[in-house]
């Protein structure tokens, strides 16, 4: 797979899926893997959004798509077909396909309806119709282990700028552990990279408020000192006094195991609710940290409609430990609640500043 050839297939396949005038679409942008090069600035072919050249002449790109190209299988796999026509033709390798399309769903939540095609018997090329929420986009990727590099490359896919919105389909934690369907008044907003630093996984809207995610790693603390420490945090949040929190109560989610969360209202801001809650996962946990006028709402909903996502372990969120609700949840003798406190709010105080200003859905 040497040479120049692969990646001018690559660049003729996004070619020819801009044939159709189609919807606008995101920015689509990655961390290239180590060894892989993004030549997108310097290589202009007409509806190419994404281009990387990896090691021994392997290629990575992503195009428009015609909004077709999802109506349903049949006129996927006629699509792919066609696109696979086009790199064999621009490449001149003999690319070989069996025509069966699976399908699979990414940590970042792109979903990928693909085309396998080997050179030779050998696996070389993928060509995919990616859903991302959006209009769909093209990925190939020519590679002398293209199973390999799907994960690194297609999972590592960002579409939207920070911030961008999705009101359809499913929308995934950042690390592959959670799921939730969007739509019936919820939806999903892109994450910062400073969110991302602190730890934000996942970030829902719904009724005017907003609920996030921040996976907490690690998590030692007893599980009877958590209904404690969301109270805590909501305090400390907030800016009010410990008594004007909620009692800690528990939120019920089929991804696993139960929640607790508490609720406080905003000083100054009577029609503002804040509320934070903790998710028990595996040998970690979620910080979920909501603020808006139905915060404590949206955070049960949330919690409620969320499952698990692709790199769950069933068996380990199973075996999560179950969280006490003692008659007494206040500040005293609790190991670690200050540690964890302080990371939730820092958590809030970055993405209360940011969205400040900003105009939550109604």
Known sequence: MKGSRPLAAVFLAAACSAFAAGPAVPPVSMEPPPGWNDISTTTRVSGVLLALRGPEGSAFAVA???????????????????????????????????????????????????????????????????????PPLLGTLSSAAPDAMMGPLFGALRVGSPGSIRESGNAQSTDGQLQIALGGGLRSRGLTGEERKQGAVLAVQGAGSEVIFLKI????????????????????AAKVPLDSVSPTRRAATAAGPGAVYAWTKMPGTPEQRFAAGFL???????????????????????????????????????????????????RRGLPLAGIAAAAAVLAFIAWSLRRKNANLPG
């Open 64 to 134: 428009k798509a015609p909004a077709s190209a999802l109506d349903g299988a049949a006129s996927t796999r006629d699509y792919l077909m066609r696109a696979l026509d086009g790199v064999r033709a621009g490449a001149q390798f003999d690319y070989r396909s069996n025509g069966r399309v699976e399908t699979k769903t990414f940590r970042n939540g792109v979903t990928a309806h693909l085309l396998r095609a080997t050179v030779d018997g050998q696996p070389r090329l993928v060509v995919a119709v990616l859903d991302a929420g959006g």
């Open 217 to 236: 790693g690690e998590e030692d603390a007893a599980p009877k000192d958590q209904a404690a420490i969301v109270r805590a945090t909501a305090a400390d």
């Open 280 to 330: 028990p996962w595996q040998y970690w946990g979620y910080s979920v940290l909501a603020r808006g006028p139905q915060a404590d709402e949206l955070l049960l909903g949330a919690l409620a409609a969320l499952k698990q996502g692709p790199s769950a372990v069933a068996g380990l969120v199973k075996a999560s430990p179950a969280i006490d609700i003692p008659e007494s949840a206040g």
